[in-house]
Nanobody
């Protein structure tokens, strides 16, 4: 089992920055692919950033060049640095984990943290 706890959401003006953190409570954190998802009201959940166990990243086109995902395997932590935020980034952001053996199946989810960007 994997328990994930996000933090760092809040209210920010357009053009500002936020850093989300996710603490993973699992013994073998380095074996998991981590993802950051978001869901805005009335919209489908979308994958924002995917971070492999080795730290390689993939991003949604909508956030490329503005968001940076990273992880610290020694601390069981994953991060999402969000810069140049705009109102379209307003959503609940979720941290998720996928087993190394099924790296595209995100089976474990945090409770989510609200990010609101004002214009």
């Amino acid at each position: 089992q994997v328990q994930l706890v996000e933090s760092g959401g809040g209210l920010v003006q357009a053009g500002g920055s936020l850093r989300l953190s996710c603490a993973a409570y699992v013994r073998t954190f380095s074996e998991y692919v981590m993802g950051w998802f978001r869901q805005a009201p009335g919209k489908e959940r979308e994958l924002v950033a995917r971070i492999t166990s080795g730290g390689s990243t993939n991003y949604a086109d909508s956030v490329k060049g503005r968001f940076t995902g990273s992880r610290d395997n020694a601390k069981n932590m994953v991060y999402l640095q969000m810069d140049n935020l705009n109102p379209e980034d307003t959503a609940v952001y979720y941290c998720a984990a996928a087993s190394y053996y099924t790296p595209h199946n995100f089976d474990y989810w945090g409770q989510g943290t609200q990010v609101t960007v004002s214009s």
